[in-house]
Nanobody, 119 residues
């Protein structure tokens, strides 16, 4: 099992910045990637960004590309999401995701952290 704990959400004005973090603990061997998804009220959960655990390659949704940056600290099993130029449309609960690959893939989720952007 892998446990994920997010932190760093909060309230920020439009145009502001915020950084959220996620610490993975437990059986973290064979981590393939970590990433962030978000779910706004009344909407489905959507992909935001991910980072490959081994080589650090990143991928972003078009809606956040150029504004958000995902990074990792492998020694601390932590992934970060730096969010700049925030917009009210970025308001959502942000969920950390970790994927392990053994014989198949297993996804783990954090409890989520609220990010609210006021206009």
């Amino acid at each position: 099992q892998v446990q994920l704990v997010e932190s760093g959400g909060g309230l920020v004005q439009s145009g502001g910045s915020l950084r959220v973090s996620c610490v993975a603990s437990g059986r973290t061997f064979s981590l393939e990637r970590m990433g962030w998804f978000r779910q706004a009220s009344g909407k489905e959960r959507e992909f935001v960004a991910l980072i490959n655990w081994d080589d650090g390659r990143t991928n972003y949704s078009d809606s956040v590309k150029g504004r958000f940056t995902i990074s990792r600290d492998r020694a601390k099993n932590t992934v970060f999401l730096q969010m700049n130029s925030l917009e009210p449309e970025d308001t959502a609960v942000y969920y950390c995701n970790a994927r392990k690959r053994l014989t198949g893939t297993i996804d783990y989720w954090g409890q989520g952290t609220q990010v609210t952007v006021s206009s």
